[in-house]
C-alpha cells in the first residue's frame, strides 16, 4: 500500500504510522499508538531491571597482625556480604617492615578461607600485588541456601523451646496460688 493511503488510514482512527522493519523489502509498517508502545516497553525494559542481581565487590582488609576480635568483626561483614550475594575481596596489607613476613599474612588468608567455605568459593586464592596480598571469594547459591535453611530450623527451634519455656513459666505461679 502507499505511504500517502497508509498514513491517511492511520490519521482517520487517530494512531501512528510506524515502521517495524525498514530494511525489509518491500519497508514493514504498522498503525499504533506510538507513545503508549514505548511507554510499554519502557515498562517492561525496568521490570526486567527489577529482576536482575547486580553482583559487587566488596572489600575487607586486613593486616598481619589483626587481633583475634577485629579479625572475627571483619569475617562477619564478610559473611554478610557474601549472604546478600556480592563477591568479597580480602586484603591483608602490609605495612613497613611486616613485608618480611608474607607467611604471617598467609596463615590470615587461611583462616578467612576456611571460615568461609560454607558460603563461597575462592575464585583468586592468594595473591601478592605490591605491599598487598588479596583473595577473591564468590557466593555459591547452593552453599547459601542450604545455611539459610539450617539457619532457619535452628530459629525454630529456639522459638519452640522459648515458647516451651513461657507456658512452664506461666503455669508456675498458678499452681504455687492454690
Not at 494512531?15 to 514505548?38: H, N
Not at 536482575?52 to 572475627?72: A, G, R, S, Y
Not at 578461607?113 to 577473591?136: C, H, P, W, Y
Not at 530459629?155 to 519452640?160: P, Q, S, Y
Request: glycine fraction near 4%.
Amino acid at each position: 500500500m502507499p505511504t500517502s493511503e497508509a498514513l491517511t488510514q492511520a490519521e482517520a482512527v487517530g494512531l501512528d504510522l510506524v515502521e517495524v522493519a525498514p530494511m525489509a523489502d518491500p519497508p514493514v509498517c504498522r498503525i499504533m499508538d506510538y507513545g503508549k508502545f514505548k511507554y510499554e516497553k519502557s515498562k517492561k525494559a525496568k521490570e526486567a531491571k527489577k529482576k536482575q542481581h547486580v553482583m559487587h565487590l566488596k572489600e575487607i582488609k586486613l593486616h598481619p597482625k589483626t587481633d583475634e576480635h577485629d579479625f572475627m568483626f571483619k569475617m562477619d561483614h564478610a559473611r554478610k556480604f557474601l549472604l546478600k550475594g556480592d563477591r568479597v575481596k580480602a586484603t591483608v596489607v602490609f605495612r613497613g617492615r611486616e613485608i618480611t613476613h608474607i607467611d604471617f599474612g598467609k596463615t590470615v588468608l587461611d583462616r578467612l578461607d576456611t571460615f568461609l567455605t560454607d558460603l563461597a568459593q575462592v575464585e583468586l586464592s592468594q595473591k601478592m600485588e605490591g605491599r598487598n596480598m588479596t583473595s577473591i571469594y564468590v557466593p555459591d547459591k547452593l552453599k547459601i541456601r542450604d545455611y539459610n535453611k539450617k539457619m532457619e530450623l535452628e530459629k525454630k527451634k529456639e522459638n519452640a523451646e522459648s515458647t516451651k519455656e513461657n507456658v512452664e513459666n506461666a503455669t508456675a505461679p498458678q499452681a504455687a496460688n492454690t
